[in-house]
């Protein structure tokens, strides 16, 4: 996968794809950040969209890749 600009994505939308990248399911996002599922799962589909890719295995990757180029 091409690496693909996180500043597409919003505050909000970051702060699910890292707790996406920690493993955790909408359920348990949600309940971290104080949301309902729902509104879990349209943050997904708005980072699927925007960074080309709805498997969430390989966005959650990115994500660490990303983090990992930072340190």
Excluded at 2 to 23: C, D, F, Y
Aim: charged letters at 30%; zero cysteines.
């Amino acid at each position: 996968m091409a690496k693909k600009n996180l500043s597409l994505l919003t505050p909000r939308e970051r702060e699910v794809l890292q707790l996406i990248a920690q493993g955790m399911s909408n359920a348990e996002i949600a309940a971290a950040l104080f949301i309902s599922e729902h509104t879990v799962k349209n943050h997904v589909s708005n980072i699927y969209r925007k960074l080309g890719d709805n498997d969430r295995t390989r966005v959650a990757l990115l994500a660490r890749a990303q983090d990992g180029e930072r340190e």
